[in-house]
């Protein structure tokens, strides 16, 4: 166990979450992870399956007098987004999360933390180990991939779990319960260009965007935060106002659901006599504009070894007008729900290098139709800066019941427990629980958990004292599980 968390309680829940955060859990390479959650199981005495797609499912018989309730499915996913600040020298293949303390946050040290969501791991692996604690007959699922395509839920076999009500712990105010999300697609533009030389006797200059707070693209973007390929091909489109550049390379962002907090570029100018004081000019009005939503923003322009190649003029001023005008953000607000994002894009990742550029969007929306009206826009401007669109990984929301009886003894509970009422609502992010209930029509279906900040970015901080009260609802959520019918 990292000693560094020994100290807090819940004990076991962070002895739990240090013992996984040890073990490299990026999506899609979840095998060392799966392994060890099976391994988990099996040292408990508890049965234990594996399915073809990593996913895991561990049984737990109820406690003596609860053997009449309704079976609970615990379900949380295995992996966590990889993201790290520039600066920071780390590899996610090999070391685990250096954590550490800071008053009622654990953090990590310029990495994700996993806390989305290994805290719900860690507390259905406390509720497994610990024989004390009433319950009705549990099976804890752990799925794959959540991050970056939903497979483990997408390939989950009918059978394999059989649950009357599934917990989802994988909400992040502690004072909500969330009984809909968001469905998603991912939307990719490429195009090849032809790299042609760079002018004779110019000078190459790296521009880069960073100190951004970036975050989860579901759940933060109706916040408005800086987004660093937005920004940069701000300053790329108003530095070709006043001065003739060749762009050489261009990258920024990395994960769809990340909000990207860096970007970088490389021109080459062969009159650079005036480029200093032109970009300061550019840049000092945008730095004016995001001091208070973005007050540690950052755009820098230094000198940088010549390259040869570049983008030919039309590819350039292709990319740069798409990239500008290509939607990021929200795109419409939930009619029913009060300040509930219905619709929205996050221009997520560009590369420009070796005669390919990439560009890659998630679009999420709780509207089918919404969800394909903005990817049809998104197809247009591509289109236009002669790009070829591609869409994949889409997956459906989940439609709100608030007429589930699980969410009536979860409200009452709440409600003794900590005088106050909790926020019931849908949320923007996409949650397992709408593929899931494709395959498990009948299961109701509710998901909770401790306060996170900063999901999806090397911000990331989970809160001691809300991770405290979680532990406690849930407890008394499994002491209150109803009868079979």
């Not at 609970?72 to 070391?95: A, I, P």
């Not at 990817?375 to 989940?398: M, R």
Request: aromatic share 6%.
């Amino acid at each position: 166990m990292n000693n560094t968390l020994s100290h807090i309680e819940p004990k076991e829940i962070w002895k739990h979450f240090s013992a996984i955060n040890a073990i490299p859990r990026a999506s899609k390479k979840e095998q060392a992870i799966s392994n060890f959650m099976v391994s988990f199981g099996q040292q408990l005495g508890l049965e234990t399956k594996q399915d073809n797609a990593l996913n895991v499912v561990i049984k737990k018989p109820a406690s003596v007098g609860f053997e009449n309730r309704k079976k609970v499915t615990l379900q949380s996913h295995l992996d966590m987004v990889h993201q790290k600040n520039n600066n920071t020298v780390f590899d996610f293949e090999n070391q685990g999360i250096d954590m550490y303390v800071d008053g009622d946050w654990v953090k990590a040290k310029g990495t994700t933390l996993g806390a989305d969501n290994g805290l719900g791991v860690a507390a259905i692996m406390s509720l497994l180990a610990d024989n004390t604690i009433q319950h009705p007959e549990l099976e804890a699922l752990f799925t794959i991939d959540e991050e970056t395509g939903m497979t483990g839920a997408f390939e989950l076999q009918r059978g394999f779990i059989s649950g009357d009500i599934l917990l989802n712990l994988d909400t992040e105010e502690d004072d909500e319960i969330t009984i809909g999300c968001a469905g998603g697609i991912d939307v990719t533009a490429t195009k090849n260009y032809t790299p042609t030389p760079i002018s004779t006797n110019s000078s190459c200059y790296q521009i880069t965007v960073n100190g951004l707070k970036g975050g989860h693209s579901g759940i933060e973007i109706h916040k408005g935060l800086g987004n660093a390929n937005k920004l940069i091909t701000r300053v790329l489109f108003e530095l070709q106002k006043e001065l003739k550049f060749e762009l050489i390379s261009l990258k920024g962002g990395s994960l769809r659901n990340a909000i990207p907090r860096e970007a970088v570029c490389v021109i080459a100018i062969e009159n650079s006599k005036n480029t200093k004081e032109i970009f300061n000019t550019i840049t000092n009005s945008i730095l004016k504009e995001w001091r208070v939503k973005e007050e540690q923003l950052s755009i820098e322009l230094l000198s940088t070894k010549n390259s040869d190649t570049r983008l030919d003029t039309t590819t350039q001023l292709n990319l740069i007008n798409t990239l500008y005008a290509c939607h990021n953000g929200v795109y419409t607000m939930d009619a029913a729900i009060l300040d509930l994002v219905a619709t929205s894009n996050n221009l997520a990742s560009v590369k420009v290098d070796n005669g390919i550029i990439t560009i890659a969007c998630l679009t999420r929306s709780s509207i089918d139709t919404e969800k394909q009206d903005l990817v049809n826009q998104l197809t247009a401007t591509f289109n236009l800066g002669g790009f070829t669109v591609s869409t994949d990984g889409t997956y459906p929301g989940w439609q709100p019941n608030p007429n589930a009886s699980i969410l009536g003894v979860m409200t009452s509970i709440y409600q003794k427990l900590f005088k106050a009422e909790p926020n019931v609502n849908a949320c923007h992010a996409g949650l397992e629980c709408g593929i899931i209930g494709k395959w498990y029509p009948a299961m109701e279906m509710v998901s909770f958990g401790p306060t996170i900040r900063g999901a999806h970015s090397p911000d990331e901080r989970a809160s001691i004292v809300s991770t405290q009260k979680f532990w406690k609802f849930l407890k008394e959520i499994l002491k209150n599980i109803p009868e079979k019918a």
